[in-house]
Every structure is written in structure tokens, then in C-alpha cells.
T-cell receptor, first 115, second 110 residues
Framework: DVKVTQSSRYLVKRTGEKVFLECVQD?????MFWYRQDPGLGLRLIYF???????EKGDIPEGYSVSREKKERFSLILESASTNQTSMYLC??????????????FGQGTRLTVV | GQSLEQPSEVTAVEGAIVQINCTYQ??????LSWYQQHDGGAPTFLSY????GLEETGRFSSFLSRSDSYGYLLLQELQMKDSASYFC???????????FGKGTTLSVSS
């Protein structure tokens, strides 16, 4: 059974803290993604990675960074958490097949609250 | 960039048929995907259309018209368990990342 695992289901952090969200996939996928989901706004892409040590900005990268040191692991970092980063964070992975879409597999999400 | 438009909410009764539309604007097109997300759950893949026409998978079908930049998800014989959010998605300009619409919340009542 394919799996994308996010390290925490719920997280509460204080404003200004550095926050790490971890994601691991066991499917040997090349691509990994971080989205945030807010009511009425759908899933918005923060960052993605198509290979180890490679990263690309998505639509809303401000205030975030990422790390991909190993193929199976993709970390999202909030350098200095702010209340407007309170959200549901979803990690996903997919196989890379150029010029066509492939199924993305999602983790269960991390609901982050910044107080 | 890529953008997608879909209705925010749809309501229907059990046993009915519902169609969720999606229009898109893209620089480079690699097909249209649909995902389902139950409340509190992760999005899961439903279907993918790369070519024009209708793809059928059980009670769900998905349609694509590339010339109209339009697609829809058709759900037949609705069941209460179909109450969920449905997202259409396209790949980004580089053909790597999935860009999602804002989602359509489907409420099925008895």
C-alpha cells in the first residue's frame, strides 16, 4: 500500500518559532510537493521538488523554505512562524512522467496553529 | 500562469446525477485531473483526461474538451458517501507540479 506520511497531524506553535514539517514517501517518487489548504482557497502550492536537492517555488513561497536531502523525504520549514500561516499543510508525491499528469498521493495533512 | 474555475458548491439528492464543471487557462496543457477529498481526509485521485472525450469509471465519468478549455466530472446514482469536495487540477507550465482549482463542495441529501 503506497504511503505518504506526515510527521504530525496537529501542531501548535508560537509566533516567531522555527517550524519543521516532515514528509516521507515510500514509493520512490521523483516529485514531492507542499500545499496549504484554507477554506475557500483550495490547495495552493508552496514549493515542490523534482529531485534530491532540487526545489522550485510554487505560488505562495514567501515565509517558507524546503529541504530535500534524500529522495523519500521533503521538509517544509517556516523560518519564523506567523499567525497567517495557521493552516492545513498537505504533502504529496508523484512519479515523474514528462508531458503528462500522473496520480499524486497525499499525506493526511498537518493542521498547524500559530498562536 | 495556470488558473482553474469551478463552482464553489453543488447540492443534490441521493440517486440523482450531478455535473461539476471546470474551465482552465494554461500555458502548456498536460491533461485535466480530478481529486476527491472527504472532510478531514486527504485528497485522492479520481480520474485523468489527456484527450477529448468521456472517460468512465463506475459511477463517475470525466469529460474533456481541449478546444473549449473545459472539462467536467459527472457523478451518477449519487450516494451520501459522495458528499465531499472535488478539485480539478492541471500541471504547471513546466509540466511538473499540479495546480488545483478552489474546489467544489458537493452535498448529497436523502
Amino acid at each position: 500500500d503506497v504511503k505518504v506520511t506526515q510527521s504530525s497531524r496537529y501542531l501548535v506553535k508560537r509566533t516567531g518559532e522555527k517550524v519543521f514539517l516532515e514528509c516521507v514517501q515510500d514509493m520512490d517518487h521523483e516529485n514531492m510537493f507542499w500545499y496549504r489548504q484554507d477554506p475557500g482557497l483550495g490547495l495552493r502550492l508552496i514549493y515542490f521538488s523534482y529531485d534530491v536537492k532540487m526545489k522550485e517555488k510554487g505560488d505562495i513561497p514567501e515565509g517558507y523554505s524546503v529541504s530535500r536531502e534524500k529522495k523519500e523525504r521533503f521538509s517544509l520549514i517556516l523560518e519564523s512562524a506567523s499567525t497567517n500561516q495557521t493552516s492545513m499543510y498537505l504533502c504529496a508525491s508523484s512519479q515523474e512522467i514528462r508531458d503528462r499528469s500522473t496520480e499524486a498521493f497525499f499525506g493526511q495533512g498537518t493542521r498547524l496553529t500559530v498562536v | 500562469g495556470q488558473s482553474l474555475e469551478q463552482p464553489s458548491e453543488v447540492t443534490a439528492v441521493e440517486g440523482a446525477i450531478v455535473q461539476i464543471n471546470c474551465t482552465y487557462q494554461t500555458s502548456g496543457f498536460y491533461g485535466l485531473s480530478w481529486y476527491q477529498q472527504h472532510d478531514g481526509g486527504a485528497p485522492t485521485f479520481l480520474s485523468y483526461n489527456a484527450l477529448d472525450g468521456l472517460e468512465e469509471t463506475g459511477r463517475f465519468s470525466s469529460f474533456l474538451s481541449r478546444s473549449d478549455s473545459y472539462g467536467y466530472l459527472l457523478l451518477q446514482e449519487l450516494q451520501m458517501k459522495d458528499s465531499a469536495s472535488y478539485f480539478c487540477a492541471v500541471k504547471d507550465q513546466a509540466g511538473t507540479a499540479l495546480i488545483f482549482g478552489k474546489g467544489t463542495t458537493l452535498s448529497v441529501s436523502s
